[in-house]
């Protein structure tokens, strides 16, 4: 059973920075691609960032591509979502997620493509 937990949401004013952070138990965790998420109240869930097994690759949405940055470390079992220059926009509750399948190289951004989540974290951005 693969277990994620988020840490690191908060309040911040608009133009601030956060990192959040993600554990995860399993000892296959660097075999799959890891995805940050979030749902802002009343919306569908959508795609932030994610990183490929190996962290060789990533990938952004538009929305966020410039001021977010995903890493990983495959011998703490942990990834990361850096959040800078953040907007009132911003404000979501945020997921990481696992890939459904192991993908050494190739980076997911469907939720149907993940198949473990974490509880979440919140994030809200004053203006």
């Known amino acids: 059973q693969v277990q994620l937990v988020e840490s690191g949401g908060g309040l911040v004013q608009a133009g601030g920075s956060l990192r959040l952070s993600c554990a995860a138990s399993?000892?296959?965790?660097?075999?799959?691609?890891m995805g940050w998420f979030r749902q802002a109240p009343g919306k569908e869930r959508e795609f932030a960032a994610a990183?490929?097994?190996?962290?060789?690759?990533?990938a952004y949405a538009d929305s966020v591509r410039g001021r977010f940055t995903i890493s990983r470390d495959n011998a703490k079992n942990a990834v990361w979502l850096q959040m800078n220059s953040l907007k009132p926009e911003d404000t979501a509750v945020y997921y990481c997620?696992?890939?459904?399948?192991?993908?050494?190289?190739?980076?997911?951004?469907?939720?149907?493509?993940?198949?473990?989540w974490g509880q979440g974290t919140q994030v809200t951005v004053s203006s």
């Open positions: 399993g000892r296959t965790f660097s075999n799959y691609a």
């Open positions: 990183i490929s097994g190996s962290g060789g690759s990533n």
């Open positions: 997620a696992r890939s459904r399948a192991p993908y050494s190289d190739y980076v997911p951004s469907r939720t149907y493509e993940y198949d473990y």
